[in-house]
């Protein structure tokens, strides 16, 4: 069975080849090992290969894996690509880099006052519902110009750019169209960031302009079992 640093040199090479056929530098898309459900010793096997940006889906299970691995300020950046309740905004304020699934002016607001002053501004996505289910995360494509302009105004984080999770199998033109609404506020709200694309679907992602790749089992293998606290 293959090792984790040599998954993690597989994907990379996926990554590079899925670029370089659309034209684009390897370098434009960052990778985000998405740890969820693995142990901390996982994590360190990663990093240990290179890895430093992971991706977790609920603030309890992260908490534990940072308190293991040095603290939240370590080395490593952690982001959010979780649905992020109410309730539990203050320790992913405190905790996390970056929060990928921004959806509501609530949730945003209340990152931006818990944010502590000694840290860096909190690095947030806007997770748009891509195949407009309504059993989908998300906000819908026309709500996301207002929620980036609400964000933009308030102090203690700073609007990147979007996140999506296309459903499985959605053809390309589902990324396209995702692209295109990151493209047109791309100007006006100086976004960098494309989250969009995992294990299955990275290439047609990157073909289609992610900036970053949220990649799991092909780094990790199968899921543990699945927590249930948010």
């Known amino acids: 069975m293959a090792t984790i640093a040599e998954n993690l040199q597989a994907v990379r090479a996926r990554i590079g080849r899925a670029a ?20 901390p010793d996982s994590v360190r096997e990663a990093s240990a290969a290179g890895q430093k940006a992971f ?16 603290g939240s300020q370590s080395e490593l950046e952690w982001h959010l690509i979780g649905p992020l309740q109410s309730n539990k905004t203050r320790p992913a304020a405190e905790h996390f880099a970056w929060v990928q ?12 006052e818990q944010r502590p002053a000694g ?9 748009v ?21 609400l964000l933009k105004q308030l102090p203690r984080v700073r609007l990147r750019g ?20 990151y493209e047109n506020l791309k100007a006006p709200f100086a976004l960098d960031t494309l989250s969009m694309g995992m294990s299955d679907d990275l290439e047609v992602a990157v073909a289609e302009g992610a900036t970053m790749v949220r990649v799991g089992t ?7 079992r699945e927590q ?3």
């Open 101 to 112: 699934t921004v959806q509501s002016e609530k949730i945003a607001r209340r990152l931006s």
């Open 218 to 224: 092909a780094i990790f293998g199968m899921r543990k």
């Open 162 to 181: 979007l996140m999506a999770i296309p459903e499985p199998g959605a053809p390309a033109s589902r990324y396209r169209e995702i692209a295109a609404l």
């Open 55 to 70: 991706g977790e889906n609920y603030v309890q299970e992260a908490l534990v894996k940072t308190g293991a691995l040095g």
């Open 129 to 149: 519902n891509a195949s407009r289910e309504t059993t989908k995360s998300g906000v819908a494509p026309s709500e996301v110009q207002p929620l980036a302009k």
């Open 20 to 39: 370089s056929a659309a034209g684009r530098d390897p370098s434009s898309v960052t990778l985000l090992a998405v740890s969820k459900t693995h142990s």
């Open 228 to 230: 249930t606290t948010a």
């Open 119 to 127: 840290l860096p501004p909190l690095n947030v996505l806007i997770q």
